[in-house]
Structure formats: structure tokens, C-alpha cells
């Protein structure tokens, strides 16, 4: 009897000896996984701090390498600037974005004259056509400040619409300036698809809903119905050429045929008024050389909330089955 109470004593302690070990070892694993989260939290801390200094940063650094949208000037009299840089009616050359500029650059008490600085092949005729008109507004509202168009590279189809507003116009003798026409352009793929067996079906509400329909054979009343329509945006960018050149412009057809000229070229045909960089207007011209930038450009935050934004909207269109909708 007592070999076996001893026996079973044994047990006892043998079991207590391994739940103490348990213990121990499922103390040391729980703290091991505090630690863990320890260090997660404060790594998430530290990555999101860096990140944040990163970015105030950089915007930091970037408004410091811009001049004010207002136009705080630097002296009591400047020459203002305003930029006009890229297709028109794109997120960055949008019609708001330059008239804001141009309001700020007119409404300065410091102005003596406003260059409106173009580089741009052209684009939306709406947008352009807004800030020609309030090109002319500002002109007729502040007429002792006179605006003049400089072309950089390229102030052509709705570049050249907008500068056409300016009291004068300048460019450099290998500038590309013109381009007084109307475009719409696409492919027909009607024969490769019979060749590859492929049948189109589209369903649409209105009879020439589809008449830009790649895959469909042209129709000949609609094809005639968009070209009176391209016809009439043309002779309004043909009137509001004449209105802002008057007698400027030579007796010469070939001027609204949509060709693309040199400055020189420009020049003899009455589209420029002389040759000469945004330096020599505000030197010469204008007789202010200190150019104030009034340009309104988007800061590096407010770009990456539009630029979001935008990802985000167009994440949820898709997700909701909304893109294949089309107003258009």
C-alpha cells in the first residue's frame, strides 16, 4: 500500500511540475505577442509620422517655388502673367482655372499690362470660347490695362482662338500659330469586322444616337447633319478671329483653312502683331519689366485630392455597372 500511495504521489507532483511549465511557457508566448503588437503600433506610428513629414514636406517646398494665385506683388508696379499651358479643357487648362488668373491679375492696383502667355495646340471650343469672352469683359471693364497674347511653341485651333482677344498679339519667329478650323476624326472598322465574322448590336433611343458608331456603316443624312454642325463652329471661330484682328488680317483665304503657320509667316499674314517673348512685351511693350506670375496652379495636396477623388469615383462606376451608360 504505501509503494503505491507513493506512486501516486509521484504523479501529483509530476503534473504540477508540467502545468507550472505550461504556464510558464504560455506567459512567455503571451508576452512575446505583446510585444508583437507593441511594436506593430508603434511601427504604424513611426511609418505614418515619416509619411506625413514627407508630404508636409514636399508642399511645403512647392508653395515656396510658386508665386501666389492672388498676386502679391513684389513691387507697386508689375507686369502680370498668367499661364495658359496644355490642351484647353483638360484638369490642369481649364477656362476656370485661367479666368481665375486673369480676374486676379487685372484686379491687382499694381498691373500696368497683363500677358497672357499661350502654349497650347488647342482644344475644347467651349472652353476657349469662355475665356475669349472674358478676356473682352476684363478689357472693357479695366480699359486702361491693356492684355497682350504671347505664343511660346504652339498657339494654334483654340490657342489661337483665346489669343485672338488680346489687344495685340506676340510669338517668336519659329512659333506654330493658326490652325483656324474644325476637327472630328475616328476609324470605320465595318469590312474587318465582316472579314473576322464579328456582328455589332447596339441598341440606342433616337435615330442618330449612334452615328459616330466605328463599327457601323456611315449614314449619309447624319454624316451631312455633323458637318453643318462642324461647319457653324467654324465660321464662330472664323468671326471671332475677324472681331478681335479686324483690318489686321490680310485679304487671304488660306488663313481659315486650318493650315499651321511660322511667326514670320503669322506675321505678313496679320495673325501677330510682332515678334517678340513674354520678356520683351513687358520690357518694351508694356514698359514694366518685374512680371508678377499670377497663374493658379493646384498645390500638391489639393492635386492629390482631385487625383483621388477622381480614382475613387470612377472605382465606384464601375463597381455599380454605371460605365456602360453614356449621355454622350
Known amino acids: 500500500m504505501r509503494s503505491s500511495w507513493n506512486e501516486s504521489d509521484d504523479y501529483e507532483q509530476s503534473d504540477e511540475k508540467e502545468g507550472r511549465a505550461w504556464k510558464l511557457v504560455e506567459d512567455l508566448a503571451q508576452g512575446a505577442l505583446k510585444e508583437q503588437r507593441r511594436a506593430r503600433r508603434w511601427g504604424i506610428f513611426f511609418k505614418l509620422l515619416t509619411f506625413t513629414w514627407l508630404f508636409v514636406s514636399i508642399g511645403v517646398v512647392y508653395n515656396a517655388m510658386q508665386v501666389d494665385a492672388s498676386g502679391a506683388p513684389t513691387s507697386t508696379s508689375h507686369t502680370a502673367l498668367v499661364e495658359l499651358n496644355g490642351v484647353i479643357g483638360t484638369d490642369d487648362v481649364n477656362a476656370d482655372s485661367v479666368v481665375t488668373g486673369l480676374r ?3 484686379e491687382d492696383k499694381g498691373t500696368k499690362g497683363v500677358i497672357l502667355r499661350i502654349n497650347s495646340p488647342g482644344g475644347s471650343p467651349v472652353q476657349s470660347g469662355y475665356i475669349y469672352d472674358e478676356i473682352r469683359r476684363l478689357r472693357d471693364l479695366y480699359p486702361e490695362t491693356p492684355l497682350y497674347a504671347v505664343v511660346m511653341d504652339i498657339g494654334a485651333s483654340g490657342g489661337y482662338y483665346v489669343a485672338a482677344a488680346a489687344d495685340k498679339i506676340y510669338a517668336d519667329k519659329a512659333s506654330l500659330v493658326g490652325s483656324i478650323g474644325v476637327i472630328s476624326s475616328g476609324f ?115 492635386r492629390f485630392a482631385r487625383d483621388f477623388g477622381v480614382g475613387v469615383a470612377s472605382t465606384a462606376v464601375k463597381v455599380l455597372g454605371l460605365d456602360s451608360l453614356s449621355l454622350k
Open 104 to 106: 486676379a491679375a487685372f
Open 188 to 302: 470605320g472598322f465595318v469590312e474587318a469586322m465582316k472579314k473576322l465574322g464579328v456582328t455589332r448590336r447596339t441598341y440606342t433611343a433616337g435615330e442618330f444616337k449612334a452615328f459616330n458608331d466605328p463599327f457601323q456603316p456611315q449614314d449619309s443624312e447624319a454624316t451631312q447633319r455633323w458637318q453643318q454642325s462642324l461647319d457653324t463652329i467654324h465660321n464662330q471661330f472664323i468671326n471671332v478671329v475677324k472681331q478681335g484682328r479686324g483690318d489686321r488680317l490680310a485679304e487671304d483665304s488660306d488663313i481659315f483653312s486650318g493650315m499651321v503657320w511660322t511667326g514670320e509667316q503669322a506675321v505678313e499674314l496679320g495673325l501677330l502683331d510682332g515678334l517678340g517673348s513674354s520678356g520683351y512685351v513687358a520690357r518694351e511693350v508694356i514698359g514694366e519689366e518685374e512680371i508678377v506670375d499670377f497663374s493658379l496652379r493646384l498645390t500638391p495636396f489639393e
